[in-house]
Antibody, heavy 118, light 111 residues
């Protein structure tokens, strides 16, 4: 049973960057894709992008293209998501999720709260 | 890509059936048989309850059922229970450029 364990909460200033990590256990990263989904306070779910090991590359939502980088380190079974130029609107819970069959998210990390505050 | 449209809230009494709708376009809901639904209780992570429009993962109650017609998908919860009170999100494959489109979310309240 795969488990996704994320890094802890972060407080960042506007204009800075944040890196959130996601470590997979109970499986290896090279056999499934990992995406990042965020949820603002009281808001809905939003797909940001994901890493596909088959292609060895990440794809991004147009909204986050150029501001978000997703990189996988298969040696440590970790996927990192880095977001730059943070604004107050980036305050949210960030989830790493495993992409299951039929374009679903079948395993979720516990979430990492990122707060952007001056 | 725009979010799929869901009603903000739906309510029902215990034992009743309710339906949550999810409206999309031919680029997402209408173009593929790949609608899924997630349940999220307050303070917890979302849980997959329906995939491929109408299939349930192992362990999900058969009180949850899904359907799709054209550009609209629906989630029906029958025999409503107190524990069904949660937020529900639909999601659809949206093509290779934007594979995951989520709905706006629906708060289900058990009266």
């Amino acid at each position: 049973q795969v488990q996704l364990t994320q890094s802890g909460a972060e407080v960042k200033k506007p204009g800075s960057s944040v890196k959130v990590s996601c470590k997979a256990s109970g499986g290896t990263l090279n056999i499934y894709s990992i995406s990042w989904v965020r949820q603002g306070p009281g808001q809905g779910l939003e797909w940001m992008g994901g890493f596909n090991p088959m292609f060895g590359a990440a794809t991004y939502s147009q909204k986050f293209q150029g501001r978000v980088t997703i990189i996988a380190d298969e040696s440590t079974s970790t996927v990192n998501m880095e977001m730059s130029s943070l604004t107050f609107d980036d305050t949210a819970m960030y989830y790493c999720v495993r992409e299951g069959s039929s374009w679903t998210f079948d395993h979720w990390g516990q979430g990492s709260l990122v707060t952007v505050s001056s | 890509q725009s979010a799929l449209t869901q009603p903000a809230s739906v309510s029902g009494s215990p034992g009743q059936s309710i339906t949550v709708s999810c409206a999309g376009t031919t680029n997402d809901v209408g173009g593929y048989n790949l609608v899924s639904w997630y349940q999220q209780h307050p303070g917890t992570v979302p849980k997959l309850i329906i995939y491929e429009n109408n299939k349930r993962p192992s362990g999900v109650s058969n009180r949850f059922s899904g359907s799709k017609s054209g550009n609209r998908a629906s989630l029906t919860i029958s025999g409503l229970q107190a524990d069904d009170e949660a937020d529900y999100y639909c999601s659809s494959y949206g093509g290779s450029s934007f594979p995951y489109v989520f709905g706006t979310g629906t708060k289900v309240t058990v009266l």
